[in-house]
């Protein structure tokens, strides 16, 4: 299984990029690169952003000073979101489930908090295309290691591959 070849941890790879005051850490995986950097949440779930479809805005961790750009929600085959604590109003009780995910070139495995059946729900991906794994890694094809994160959000609409493991 994937999460046995874990080089680093989630901790480590945020220790390595320096903090924005002000700012969410996101990382941005799109069918041809891997990006780090910073969006603005203002609270909100990263989830509920995606799902709007509108364009987001984007800091790349590379950028000279407030170079900021925006991704198109679509273009994202998976999203590592900055921490967020749901209100517990607002959480609803599912069924967890281990799954292995390939999108594109990437490989995630994660738990899926999901209904009964949603799995294979084709209406799931038309309703909610976004769906978040926890305790989830994710490899691609050039990676020397794969990235252990506490939270992956999969564009499930991209998704060439889902099942429980």
Do not use: C, K
Not at 16 to 38: K, N, S
Not at 84 to 103: G, L, N, T, Y
Not at 111 to 126: K, Q, S, V
Not at 130 to 155: K, Q, S, W
């Amino acid at each position: 299984m994937l999460r046995m070849h874990a080089a680093r941890t989630a901790a480590e790879q945020e220790a390595t990029r320096p903090a924005r005051p002000g700012l969410d850490p996101i990382r941005l995986v799109l069918a041809d690169r891997l990006l780090d950097g910073w969006t603005r949440t203002d609270g909100q779930r990263m989830t509920d952003l995606l799902q709007r479809g509108d364009p987001i805005p984007f800091l790349p961790a590379d950028a000279r000073g407030e170079a900021w750009t925006e991704f198109l929600p679509y273009d994202v085959l998976l999203l590592v979101p900055p921490p967020h604590v749901s209100a517990p109003e607002v959480r609803v009780h599912r069924q967890r489930h281990e799954v292995m995910v390939r999108v594109g070139e990437w490989v995630v495995s994660g738990t899926a908090h999901l209904r009964p059946g949603e799995g294979t729900d084709y209406y799931l991906r038309a309703t909610r295309p976004y769906l978040p794994l926890t305790d989830a890694m994710f490899a691609g094809p050039n990676d020397g290691y794969p990235h252990e994160v506490e939270t992956v959000i999969v564009n499930l609409v991209r998704v060439e591959e889902f099942r429980e493991v």
